[in-house]
T-cell receptor, first 111, second 116 residues
Framework: KQEVTQIPAALSVPEGENLVLNCSFTDSAIYNLQWFRQDPGKGLTSLLLIQSSQREQTSGRLNASLDKSSGRSTLYIAASQPGDSATYLCAVRANDYKLSFGAGTTVTVRA | GAGVSQSPRYKVAKRGQDVALRCDPISGHVSLFWYQQALGQGPEFLTYFQNEAQLDKSGLPSDRFFAERPEGSVSTLKIQRTQQEDSAVYLC??????????????FGPGTRLLVL
């Protein structure tokens, strides 16, 4: 069974600092890896999707890298803002549809 | 356009009650998924539909859990004889086609179930 771990579980930084969120997975036979954002009481919003053949994806201030062989992904958020405060979830897809999630990293950006 | 919607948003049930949770996927989406998210944890896969066919129900925790999608659009997750351990957020997601590596799943806001 695929196990997905996210470290740290929580993170608090001052506004403007860069964020580094880590995700590791046990089975490297994946189709893709996705990073989601979850706000309290709301559903998941997809941020970035990296195919297994890719090394990284970028969207605005967000950059995600993937090292499939070592079972790791990192999400970088540049110049953090208070609006970035949320829980960030990493999910891997090992077949055509099933997502396996980590427990998330809860981020607080202090103004 | 409209996203995935779920109702009710909150449900409080007494232990032993039956509950029904509804999911309206994005119009025309073929695939529909249910996930269970316990407090402080990531979502866990429950079941998957392709149109009206339930292709995978391997994540349903017990035979008290039942899901259906009779016309290939709206889906209902039913929990019979609820137990306290069923308390969680139930998330529904849909995707445009029948899966594949490029597909993203679009999530609804979830139904928060509390069993007393």
């Amino acid at each position: 069974k695929q196990e997905v771990t996210q470290i740290p579980a929580a993170l608090s930084v001052p506004e403007g600092e860069n964020l580094v969120l880590n995700c590791s997975f046990t089975d490297s036979a994946i189709y893709n890896l996705q990073w989601f954002r979850q706000d309290p009481g709301k559903g998941l919003t997809s941020l970035l999707l990296i195919q297994s053949s890719q090394r990284e994806q970028t969207s605005g201030r967000l950059n995600a890298s993937l090292d499939k062989s070592s079972g790791r992904s990192t999400l970088y958020i540049a110049a953090s803002q208070p609006g970035d405060s949320a829980t960030y979830l990493c999910a891997v897809r090992a077949n055509d549809y099933k997502l396996s999630f980590g427990a998330g990293t809860t981020v607080t950006v202090r103004a | 356009g409209a996203g995935v919607s779920q109702s009710p948003r909150y449900k409080v049930a007494k232990r032993g009650q039956d509950v029904a949770l509804r999911c309206d996927p994005i119009s025309g989406h073929v695939s529909l998924f249910w996930y269970q998210q316990a407090l402080g944890q990531g979502p866990e896969f429950l079941t998957y539909f392709q149109n009206e066919a339930q292709l995978d129900k391997s994540g349903l925790p017990s035979d008290r859990f039942f899901a259906e999608r009779p016309e290939g659009s709206v889906s209902t997750l039913k929990i019979q004889r609820t137990q306290q351990e069923d308390s969680a957020v139930y998330l529904c997601a849909s995707s445009r086609t029948s899966g594949g590596g490029l597909e993203t799943q679009y999530f609804g806001p979830g139904t928060r179930l509390l069993v007393l």
